[in-house]
């Protein structure tokens, strides 16, 4: 079984910093992509940043300049470095990632969500 477990969501004041973090667990041979959505209330769930296995990024307009995407392959996590926040940041942020697992099985598979939470 393949798992992602987010942390690091929370409160903070614009302007603020904010880390997440999400490790990949279960019985996995390759992660291929991954990546960060995000869904406000009322809203769809949007891309966010993403990284491939070979580190190559791409960024929603919105955070770029804000935002940065790294992963650890040994650890199997991949992080997101949020600067400079505003409320309209505010949402339920999803981490996602394309795995190989053990079975020869490519899933599409997502964490259960962290919120994080803008004040002005």
């Known amino acids: 079984q393949v798992q992602l477990v987010e942390s690091g969501g929370g409160l903070v004041q614009a302007g603020g910093s904010l880390r997440l973090s999400c490790a990949a667990s279960?019985?996995?041979?390759?992660?291929?992509?991954m990546g960060w959505y995000r869904q406000a209330p009322g809203k769809s769930r949007e891309l966010v940043a993403a990284?491939?296995?070979?580190?190559?990024?791409n960024y929603a307009d919105s955070v770029k300049g804000r935002f940065s995407i790294s992963r650890d392959n040994a650890w199997k996590t991949v992080y997101l470095q949020m600067n400079s926040l505003k409320p309209e940041d505010t949402a339920v942020y999803y981490c996602?990632?394309?795995?190989?697992?053990?079975?020869?099985?490519?899933?599409?598979?997502w964490g259960q969500g962290t919120q994080v939470t803008v004040s002005s």
């Open positions: 279960g019985s996995i041979l390759r992660i291929n992509n």
């Open positions: 990284i491939t296995s070979g580190r190559s990024t």
């Open positions: 996602n990632a394309d795995i190989l697992d053990s079975r020869w099985f490519q899933r599409d598979s």
